[in-house]
């Protein structure tokens, strides 16, 4: 069975890679505004959704391919927290989740001949109070960028993370054991 990964994200092609699932990857390029009012697990769902539907009218659905899709965000207090654009927005984002516990939510769409199927996984992270210097030197190694939240839980960022109530892997992008299944039931992985 063909997986094609529609994210161009390097963490959701690791954590594929370590249940034996090893996608093409074929990053899809839309519009990733959240939409006025729409609630964090709403746009999670509608992005992965997107994203799997680019690729798939790009390639067309055939028999034999399941096209998979995932997006993450950070949600603290009704309000989404998505990919800092620069240190300044970083050091905010950082300084609002800072001591308090925020949710990510992750998305996940499966496409194939047979359908489509979306799962959305959440965990609740418990940051440190981030001191300056802590933060000062977490922002100089450059890892917010590109992630929700401004941290990455698999990197550096780990130091800034108290707790994890829920899947490790839904923080770092893609929640393993909800995703496998989905592939196993599109016979994209073998049963066990």
Known sequence: MRVVLASRSPRRLELLERIGIFPEVMPANIDETQHAHEPATKYVQRLSQEKVQK?????????????????????????????PADREAARRTLSILSGRTHQVHTAVTCLSEKGRTTIIDTARVTMVPISTHLMEWYLDTGESFGKAGAYGMQGFGGVLVERVQGSMSTVIGLPLAPTAHLLRVLGAVRPE
């Open 55 to 83: 690729i798939a009218d790009e390639l067309g659905i055939a028999g034999g391919v399941v096209f998979l899709g995932a997006d993450t965000c950070v949600e603290l207090d009704g309000v989404v927290h998505d990919q």
